[in-house]
């Protein structure tokens, strides 16, 4: 079965670090770019970061540059998120997604919950 | 960076309607555009890649078109299934980035 599953979520303090995960199955994970999507309450999709299939390049919007860190290990087929020094505006459900043709997302996790306390 | 604006953010339609949703980019991106459908709770779904095609097991009813800027999907005939939300997403240039979103709701 196709799959993307996230972990590590939770509540965490302002100012602290998470990191989440997501575990591929069903498909040649090291072949495919994989990307990091949020949600926030009740707001639109937003596009975090992205890693090219063999992890030579990385790629972050503006906001999360210099505190998030795209990784992926393809022997045991993960793709993870470091967040560092969080703010309340990074809560959100972290979606990984996988990148196809021509940059759409067709494949998605059920996402994981980062809410960001003070 | 691309900014990517859709119209209306809702609107109401009762089963069989057609509806149309339009999405506008702040530059070209020739025709890397995406649509996906979201319900609560669920993680969003594709439906259409590079402006006009349909992702494989997706309902004909749904369909796509433009270049450029400007982007429309359109459902034909409107099922009960399909009231959710509906946002594109460019995938021309990084950083990619998605519309507001479009709430589809039942009349």
């Known amino acids: 079965q196709v799959l993307l599953v996230e972990s590590g979520g939770g509540v965490v303090q302002f100012g602290r670090s998470l990191r989440l995960s997501c575990a591929a199955s069903?498909?040649?994970?090291?072949?495919?770019?994989m990307h990091w999507v949020r949600q926030a309450p009740g707001k639109g999709l937003e596009w975090v970061a992205v890693i090219w299939y063999d992890g030579s390049k990385k790629y972050y919007v503006d906001s999360v540059k210099g505190r998030f860190t795209i990784s992926r290990d393809n022997s045991k087929n993960t793709l993870n998120l470091q967040m560092n020094s969080l703010r309340a505006e990074d809560t959100a459900i972290y979606y990984c997604a996988r990148e196809d043709r021509t940059g759409d997302f067709d494949l998605w996790g059920r996402g994981t919950l980062v809410t960001v306390s003070s | 960076d691309i900014q990517m604006t859709q119209s209306p953010s809702s609107l109401s339609a009762s089963v069989g309607d057609r509806v149309t949703i339009t999405c506008r980019a702040s530059q070209s991106i020739s025709s890397y555009l995406n649509w996906y459908q979201q319900k609560p709770g669920k993680a969003p779904k594709l439906l259409i890649y590079?402006?006009?095609s349909l992702q494989s097991g997706v309902p004909s009813r749904f369909s796509g078109s433009g270049f450029g800027t400007d982007f429309t999907l359109t459902i034909s005939s409107l099922q009960p299934d399909d009231f959710a939300t509906y946002s594109c997403q460019q995938s021309y240039s990084i950083p990619y980035s998605f519309g507001q979103g479009t709430k589809v709701e039942i009349k």
């Open positions: 069903g498909f040649t994970f090291s072949n495919s770019g």
């Open positions: 590079a402006s006009s």
